[in-house]
């Protein structure tokens, strides 16, 4: 099962900043937090990732709790092509690089409002 | 560099048949997984392949199965394939501790 929840849908205006926000009250010391996108139809695009520091690149931010057990994901400004779903997913990297499978939950479907 | 490039992007089979679906991770990337997407089940984990070697297994039937080449190119193989396996089949490949990077899928309609 999914170690994550989401909500099901948000909606942002064009050129605000989209909060998507995480819950894993479950994760371990060792689970890293994935965010990734599915644009309808397309395969799951990688956003970023972190295990405990907060993080940001050029796509978007990253703020972990200091307790672990929430995110959010932040677009600064989000275009219409903003518009996906997007998946929250903790994730093991193993001893040597070698990973674990993702486990997707329903997502958050965001949609970006002109 | 080249994406995960996925092939067919299209198929349509009837019943009882067996398909195989290809995938060619990113160049230097040796690890490979595969996804099946649909509306009642979501995306579900299939199998993860590294070094030729399934590493990870998800909770399908026997029917599905899968192999990865010297070159880290993989396949999968559904047989006997039911109304039920009509999915987009997503193909993901991934260097060592980086995020997945997946392909475009191929969408499979079982008739």
Redesign the interface.
């Known amino acids: 099962d999914a170690k994550t929840t989401q909500p099901t849908s948000m909606d942002c205006a064009e050129g605000r900043a989209a909060n998507l926000p995480c819950n894993h009250s479950t994760i371990s010391g060792n689970e890293y937090v ?1 965010w ?1 996108r599915q644009i309808h ?6 956003i970023i ?1 972190g295990l405990k520091n907060n993080e940001t690149n050029e796509m978007a931010s990253l703020i972990i709790t200091e307790d672990r057990k929430s995110s959010t994901l932040i677009l600064p400004h989000a275009t219409l092509r903003d518009t996906a779903v997007y ?1 929250c997913i903790v994730r093991v ?1 193993l001893a ?11 997502g958050t479907l965001l949609a970006v409002q002109p | 560099k080249a994406g ?1 490039t996925q092939t067919p992007r299209y198929l349509i089979k009837t019943r009882g048949q067996q398909v195989t679906l290809s995938c060619s991770p990113i160049s230097g990337h040796r ?1 490979v ?1 595969w ?1 099946q997407q649909t509306p009642g089940q ?4 299939l199998f ?1 392949y ?1 070094s030729e070697t399934q ?2 297994k ?1 909770n399908f039937p026997g029917r599905f199965s899968g192999r990865q080449f010297s070159n880290s190119r993989s396949e999968m193989n559904v047989s006997t394939l039911e109304l039920g396996d009509s999915a ?1 089949y ?1 193909c ?1 490949s ?4 980086d ?7 191929t ?1 499979l309609t079982v008739v």
Do not use: D, M
């Open positions: 994935y990734y139809s397309q395969g799951p695009q990688y990732h998946y990297v040597g690089g070698a990973t674990n499978k993702l486990i997707f939950g329903t | 995960v690890s997984s996804y979501g995306l579900q984990f993860e590294f590493r990870n998800g987009l997503l993901a991934s260097s060592l501790g995020g997945y990077t997946f392909g475009s899928g969408r």
